[in-house]
């Protein structure tokens, strides 16, 4: 069975990974697309 072709670009997606601290709690984050562009 083929994917979507939105799967398909969606996993290939370049992604960014951070932490931000929360009262000494790190929190991991990631991040796809451009900042400021909704979605």
Excluded: L
């Excluded at 994917?3 to 990631?30: F, G, L, Q, S």
């Amino acid at each position: 069975m083929a994917k979507p072709e939105w799967y398909e670009r969606a996993i290939a997606a370049a992604r960014i990974d951070a932490e931000v601290t929360v009262d000494d709690c790190k929190i991991h984050y990631a991040t796809w697309g451009e900042i400021g562009k909704p979605g």
